[in-house]
């Protein structure tokens, strides 16, 4: 009677073994990888959901885009983008390398005007008025919705004279100290060179020279700033000063972010869209919006699953 017992207690015994065996090299890197993954993917729906499920809720449409579709000499760069981007929030576009955030964001101030070979199809309405209907002034569109570029491009002018540029081309030159004063404040950075404006803006830090740029596109009063990957170039406590500004800035103006850095999306954006590639049955590439939604459902619970995939690290 006593023998199953003993062999079940055997049995029992092996199993404990088993089970607590010392895991080899290998899986204990497994295992690190798994938990810092989990760790990191958990810090990022944290920083989503900070930013609240409906944020676009009761704010003015100010980019209303419509089957949307850019092409440089007749190869289609992206296509048939339709969404909302909505006023005093932060938007983000993430997605792979290639799939047209950079010429999807160019052509919310016609910068891709200035390249020979576009065309575009679809609309983009800016407060409700055709942005690339004729007779509408690209310059003026420029001073609405300004633009700052992925590595910092100061003028080899003083650090007064990059500020007050726009305002000079502009014929903004009413209360010129202040205005300059004013941007540069607004952009964090007046402080720390309030007392050598005229020295060269190419003297500044990186991280400095890319405020500055800010400062220059928010001198002209824009209701838009657009920004290419503004920090890519940067360090990472620069990172965080310009992203503090990002932040800050919302409250007066409507902001586009391109970003390749998930952590950066999660933490300045309210809403994101995700874009991803699509491959015709000729090889050519074409981007599309897969997403696009407030940050901590693209986060959380993304409805697509390419979405998840992209921002759990598994493709892209």
């Known amino acids: 009677m006593d023998e199953p017992k003993i062999a079940v207690s055997e049995s029992r015994e092996h199993a404990t073994d088993a089970n ?9 890197q497994s295992n690190a990888a798994s938990l810092a993954l989990a760790r990191s993917q958990a810090k990022l729906a944290d920083m989503a959901l900070g ?7 009761g704010r003015e449409t100010v980019f209303d885009i419509s089957e949307f579709s850019v092409a440089y000499g007749g190869k289609t760069a992206i296509r048939d983008v339709t969404m909302e981007i909505r006023k005093n929030l ?5 997605g792979p390398s290639g799939c047209g955030k950079t010429t999807l964001l160019r052509s919310l101030n016609r910068m891709n005007d200035l390249i020979s070979t576009v065309s575009t199809t679809g609309t983009i309405h800016y407060h409700g008025n055709d942005l690339n209907a004729a007779g509408v002034d ?3 569109v ?5 633009m700052v570029f992925q590595r910092p491009n100061p003028f080899p002018k003083s650090i007064y004279d990059n500020v007050a540029f726009g305002l000079r081309l502009h014929g903004l030159k009413d209360d010129l100290d202040g205005r300059v004063e004013r941007a540069l404040a607004h952009s964090g950075l007046w402080d720390e060179v309030k007392d050598r404006l005229k020295t060269s803006a190419l003297a500044l830090s990186g991280g400095q020279q890319q405020r500055l740029c800010i400062a ?9 700033v657009l920004m290419d990957e503004p920090a890519s170039a940067l360090d990472p406590i620069a990172t965080q000063r310009i992203e ?3 932040q800050a800035l919302k409250s007066e103006y409507t902001i586009v972010i391109v970003t390749h850095n998930m952590q950066q999306a999660a933490r300045v954006a309210d809403m994101t869209a995700f874009y991803s590639v699509d491959v015709g049955t000729d090889g050519h590439r074409s981007g599309v919006l897969v997403e696009f ?6 986060f959380v619970r993304p409805s697509d699953e390419r979405t998840e995939a992209y921002v759990t690290g598994r493709f892209g």
Do not use: M
Request: aromatic share 2%; glycine share 4%; no cysteine.
């Open 20 to 28: 607590t065996a010392e895991p080899s090299e290998a899986q204990q």
């Open 51 to 57: 930013h609240g499920q409906h944020p676009e809720e």
């Open 90 to 94: 932060v938007t983000a576009f993430i």
């Open 138 to 140: 690209s310059v003026e």
């Open 142 to 146: 420029r001073r609405k919705i300004g």
């Open 216 to 224: 220059r596109a928010i001198a002209v009063e824009p209701d838009v």
């Open 244 to 246: 503090d500004l990002v």
């Open 293 to 298: 939604d407030a940050t901590s459902n693209i």
